[in-house]
């Protein structure tokens, strides 16, 4: 398990630690697209992607909305032994800058948030 490096220095802002990170899919054969949140340290599935969010941290209102994620996802395909294809920071707003490369499967990261409390109904 890698240890998240810190952010790089040019990209700092005030980041603050959140509990989930929303992250975006996309099956390329099947064209299917989802969104799914994950929990930080939580190990998720998507296809033969094994994805765990190490930290997810998102600047405060007053500052230019970026959120940043530390991601490692290993790729576990049945017939063949399981094989780290990403560990790095994904930036909201660049998904591009570091990026999954796989021939099957895109992840991004769409937002990071704090977990909603259950909902509760406020009545009259």
């Known amino acids: 398990m890698s240890e998240p490096t810190p952010i790089a ?8 630690a959140q509990e989930q990170a929303v ?3 996309l099956d390329k054969v099947t064209a299917r697209t989802g969104t799914m949140t994950v929990d930080i340290d ?14 997810c941290r998102k600047t405060p209102p007053e500052e230019e909305p970026e959120s ?4 490692e996802i290993m790729d576990a ?3 063949r032994e399981a094989r780290e294809v990403f560990s790095g ?5 660049s998904p591009a800058l570091s990026a999954l490369e ?9 937002d990071c948030k704090m977990a909603s409390s259950a909902s509760s109904v406020v009545g009259d």
């Open 9 to 16: 220095p040019d990209q700092q802002q005030t980041f603050v």
């Open 89 to 93: 920071w994904m930036f909201a707003s």
């Open 102 to 110: 796989h021939p099957i499967y895109d992840v991004w990261l769409g």
């Open 68 to 71: 940043a994620a530390f991601i």
């Open 42 to 55: 939580q190990t998720v599935s998507f296809g033969t992607l094994m994805i765990t969010v190490r930290t």
């Open 23 to 25: 992250l975006r899919t």
């Open 77 to 79: 395909p049945p017939e």
